[in-house]
């Protein structure tokens, strides 16, 4: 119990600093640019709408429910033991993911790109093991754990790994690497393709749908994106969004029902 007074401290005082430095980032902005105008420097293809960005909102949002429900454990004995355990099996990985979260911003505003994507990768990693470790579509649980723990982190999960994604597209963009004789728009295809089809994995082995609905969200901006431009190329690569998106929503209405009921 006293370890998990201390886990919870440190959970709200992570989870302040974190949106703090993120309301900075771009209300400064940190070295003179918001993350939207660096993500535009490095035109690629896979990039989404800039609303699409607008996923943070919701994440910390969720999590910001998260923290209240530690907050309040502190005067609810009741709730305590009901959040306690989430808390425990959580253990110390959601203060370390704030901090790669904040190292991130830092790297990706003074365009350290490759280190971005180091620590982008390591945040991932991070929040992948939290994701296995709470037990997300595996272990049987009550509709608390399931709506303050499973659903913000699947959700979480869902949008740092398209970022990921994303991130190394930047960092290659920032090389001028050549894709070795492929077109940049069939890059953009082929990693479309795989983010489905490591999204459609991860609903077929966990019905996380939130993590499915996330990416459904990040193709939708990516196909907003390429309505914007409107040439031939963008519409090649909408068709293959439009499959993407018509499947991944197939699976997530079929793992729908499972996820209800574990």
Known sequence: MKNS????????????????????????????????????????YFVPAGLTFAIWGVIYSWLLVFMGFQIASFFSESLSQKVNPIIEKIG???????????????????????LSVFIM????????YLFLKIGVGKTKLNNLEKWISHVPFSIYLGWISIATIANITAFLVDNEWNGYGIE?????????????IITAFVLWQRSAIFYGIVVLWAFWGIH???????DIVSLEINTIVYSCLGFLLLLIVFRTKRWLNY
């Open 5 to 44: 007074s201390t886990i919870k401290i440190a959970n709200i005082i992570a989870f302040t600093v974190m949106v703090y430095v993120n309301y900075l980032s771009n209300a400064l902005p940190i070295n003179g640019n918001t993350a939207g105008e660096l993500s535009d420097k490095y035109v690629n």
């Open 92 to 114: 110390y990985l959601f203060i370390l993911s704030c901090g790669l979260n904040m190292a991130w911003l830092l790297a990706w505003h003074f365009e350290f790109v490759g």
């Open 224 to 230: 907003l994106k390429r309505m914007q431009i409107g």
């Open 121 to 128: 990768v390591s945040f991932l990693a991070v929040l992948l």
């Open 184 to 196: 940049p728009a069939n890059w953009a295809k082929i990693m479309i393709v795989i983010g489905a």
